[in-house]
């Protein structure tokens, strides 16, 4: 029997690498950003430490590791089994309390509460001796809906549909679960190449790398001009053929109908969708520009900055989608990841997460293979962007035919190697002290 440790004491560490030195990120809306985690680590009796993080941006991790702090002393003496045997009960305890008045799961409270129950995830995992993807994989439909709150989506599924849902997959698990084990269940699109700070030969370049990676599916940063826009795709699509998967991201950079006038102009370019057109919120707006971009072949995706199951049943209910992006870090950990799986495949939406940033697709390699596994069944694709692996103690990876490496460490692979924060913790690390750390 595994051991049902008590969390005894807890550290949050402010965590920034320099990516803009290398335009990583770069985006329309984003023009440098330093990738930062707000790094909670649960102490506990027991062997394991359970490591939770949420993603930000630079200067916000001021914010969301103070918000870490004030949520992580309520689980302090609290034993690991009377947290994980209710965990939808612990997600919606986290989400209360005073600090809810702040914003109702959304906000920095959100991510806050996301980086304290990825901890709690990742020590279960270890505990179990399992990675995350496979501890969720193993549970039984009613262990699986027992971890959702369905608060706010009854009136499109309810937990008597999800095991429904659940159960139908189940029949045939075991084929995928072989899948999985073999690195063939996530095939993987490339991002890399498609910063904004990149020079031409730079994109040519890491296009000729990726194509002999594997990789069949690419995405560029946009809204640079038409015309200048048109000259990257074009690029692109001449290095790697006419069969690959184009998609375009602006970063919210437009107006709704700024972005269906804007994006006419690209029909004959064979893109599968534009990614954030419009501001994040604009649930309706998405709507207008998918059905205006119908007939021009144009879908529409977004989901990285959409923080609750409420907000993507919303853009479901809208047909708002041709992906969910939904974001490890933007939701409320593994719990509202689950029940938005579960939305996105009753309203047939392929999910595609969001990992663009440090540490997202360690995280996300294993939300992807959960919903090939248990929820949708069928393949999607998952991003890949090759910056700081190495920083992690156990590393995205993928496999030379285009496929990321199922994970394999107990745990959900939030460790972050410790020679990080003796040069990257903010703002005592060598890096941050040093003169270019320090301008
Ligand atoms: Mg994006």
Known sequence: MPADPTITGFTVRDLRWPTSLDNIGSDPMNLAGENAFGYL??????????????????????????????LAPRYVGRKLSSLTANMAETQRKCVSGQVRFMSPERGVLQLACCAVLNALWDLWAKVEGKPLWRLVSDFTPEEFVRCIDFRYITDEITPEQALEMLRKQAKTKHERLDLATSNKAVPAYNTSIGWLGLSDDQVREGLKKAVTQGFKHFKIKGAQGVEADRKRLSLVREIVGPSAVLMVDVNQIWDVDEAITYM?????????????PTSPD??????????????????????????????????????????????????????????????????????????????????????????????????????????????????????????????????????????????????????????????
């Open 41 to 70: 680590q649960f102490q506990t009796d027991g062997e394991h430490i359970g490591t939770g993080w949420s993603f930000s941006n630079g200067q916000g991790n001021d914010v969301l590791c103070a918000a870490i702090r004030s």
């Open 264 to 276: 006419k102009n690209f029909s004959d370019l064979g893109l599968w969708f534009i990614e954030e």
């Open 282 to 439: 604009d649930v309706l707006g998405h709507a207008k520009i998918r059905e205006a971009l119908k007939p021009y072949n144009i879908g529409v995706a977004t989901g990285e900055h959409v923080n609750n199951r409420v907000m993507f049943k919303q853009l479901l209910q809208a047909n708002a989608l041709d992906a969910v992006q939904l974001d490890a870090c933007r939701l409320c950990s593994v719990n509202e990841i689950l029940s938005v799986l579960l939305l996105a495949a009753k309203f047939n939406v392929p999910v595609v997460p969001h990992s663009g940033g440090a540490g997202m697709v360690e995280l996300c390699s294993h939300i992807s293979t959960i919903d090939f596994v248990c929820v949708s069944g069928k393949e999607s694709i998952l991003e890949y962007t090759d910056h700081l692996h190495e920083a992690f103690v156990a590393p995205a990876k993928i496999t030379d035919n285009g496929y990321h490496v199922s994970p394999t460490v107990p745990g959900y692979s939030c460790d972050v190697k410790e020679a990080e924060f003796e040069k990257f913790e903010a703002s005592a690390g060598s890096f941050w002290q040093a003169e270019q750390g320090r301008r």
